[in-house]
């Protein structure tokens, strides 16, 4: 099977080749500023494209700003509207409020955090509400950027 992205001119396409496009890869990713388990975590990279979502659910209360490493490093780690999108929902267990709106940010080439909309603010231990990881509070998010 010839590797996505290494197709030329002339290559004999396989049913094996086509059915490992959009082939979803388990992922998880390291945290800074919280601890988390992460649930149905994965991506798939089509040449530089990569999808990438998940569900993270806390096991401790953010310190600080919340990161997640990302699969693939990104090739334009600074927001650009136009070169990748995502979603974010948030969840306070507690009350069972949801805080949808929100933006996944690069921090770096191999990190994201989730911020607020509404108030353009990283989440953190206030933000976009008190998190109580002992409640069960959770994060869901999906995103596309181009890899590096």
């Not at 002339?10 to 080749?17: E, F, P, S, Y």
């Not at 699969?71 to 974010?88: C, I, L, M, Q």
């Not at 989440?123 to 109580?132: I, L, M, S």
């Amino acid at each position: 099977m010839t590797a996505l992205g290494d197709f030329s001119a002339g290559d004999v396409l396989t049913a094996a080749d086509l059915n490992a496009i959009g082939t979803w890869t388990s992922y998880t990713p390291t945290t800074t500023n919280f601890t988390a388990t992460f649930n149905d975590t994965e991506y798939l990279q089509i040449n530089d494209w990569v999808h990438f979502r998940g569900a993270v659910g806390l096991t401790s209360n953010p310190t600080a700003g919340m990161y997640i490493s990302v699969p693939v490093a990104a090739s334009e780690p600074t927001f650009n509207w136009t070169r990748y999108s995502s979603t974010v929902g948030a969840h306070d267990a507690s009350t069972g409020t949801w805080y949808p709106g929100n933006y996944v940010s690069f921090s770096d080439a191999n990190t994201i955090t989730f911020a607020n909309a509404a108030i353009t603010s990283q989440f953190n231990a206030t933000v976009p509400f008190t998190w109580t990881a002992a409640d069960g509070d959770f994060i869901q998010f999906s995103m596309i950027y181009r890899a590096a």
